[in-house]
């Protein structure tokens, strides 16, 4: 149980192209989902949180405009990467929630993106 | 903020030691600390996890420890494989939050044969 997907696992886009990362929770429901990033041979830096139906927070620093966080239902958030820049490369990594007094995260599989 | 630090950066081990990682947090408010091991390109899968009720948690091979008083608690590996060999993060959740999770920077773990 608790298996998260993530979609697409690679995807390289030119300089300016927006691009839409999904994270699905396959068989649970995901009250809260989590956006992090992560550089090669660093630790993971939380973006943002987002909760089912209402707007996404974002951490000190990161440019909500920037990156659109979109949790539509309590199995899909989405990540759009707007007016990306090669310095927006670098490895995405959703994960998600259940629900009630847990706060176990489990991860879906990330999203390589290289923009050239 | 909710602040961790974990050392050390780097771990080598002969196959069949132990190892044993440490992270400090600065929250008093975090009542969560799990443990994550990544392997290459891959998602971090979380191995174990303590809540601050407890000093002590075990499965198998793997143990992790907790002093809420100290803010600081510990992964333990015992009789390593060479699989073992990854990253492995320490994480606690901020106070106060919806379960935000702040990670250590990372032990990368080396295991020889």
């Known amino acids: 149980g608790a298996v998260v997907s993530q979609h697409p696992s690679r995807v390289i886009c030119k300089s300016g192209t927006s691009v839409k990362i999904e994270c699905r929770s396959l068989d649970f429901q995901a009250t809260t989902m989590f956006w992090y990033r992560q550089f090669p041979k660093k630790s993971l830096m939380l973006m943002a949180t987002?909760?089912?139906?209402?707007?996404?927070?974002?951490e000190q620093g990161v440019e909500k405009d920037k990156f659109l966080i979109n949790h539509a239902s309590l199995t899909l958030s989405t990540l759009t990467v707007t007016s990306a820049h090669p310095e927006d490369s670098s490895f995405y990594i959703c994960?998600?929630?259940?629900?009630?007094?847990?706060?176990?995260?489990?991860f879906g599989p990330g999203t390589r993106l290289t923009v050239t | 903020g909710e602040n961790v630090e974990q050392h050390p950066s780097t771990l080598s081990v002969q196959e069949g030691d132990s190892a044993v990682i440490k992270c400090t947090y600065s929250?008093?408010?975090?009542?969560?600390f799990p443990w994550y091991k990544q392997e290459l390109g891959k998602r971090p899968q979380l191995i174990i996890d303590i809540r601050s009720n407890v000093g002590e948690k075990k499965d198998q091979r793997i143990a992790v420890t907790l002093n809420k008083t100290a803010k600081h608690f510990s992964l333990h590996i015992t009789e390593t494989q060479p699989e073992d060999s990854a990253v492995y993060f320490c994480a606690a959740v901020a106070g106060g939050s919806q379960g935000n999770l702040i990670f250590g920077k990372g032990t990368k773990l080396s295991v020889k044969p």
């Open positions: 929250d008093s408010a975090s009542n969560y």
């Open positions: 994960s998600a929630g259940t629900s009630g007094n847990s706060y176990e995260q489990y």
């Open positions: 987002s909760n089912e139906g209402s707007k996404a927070t974002y």
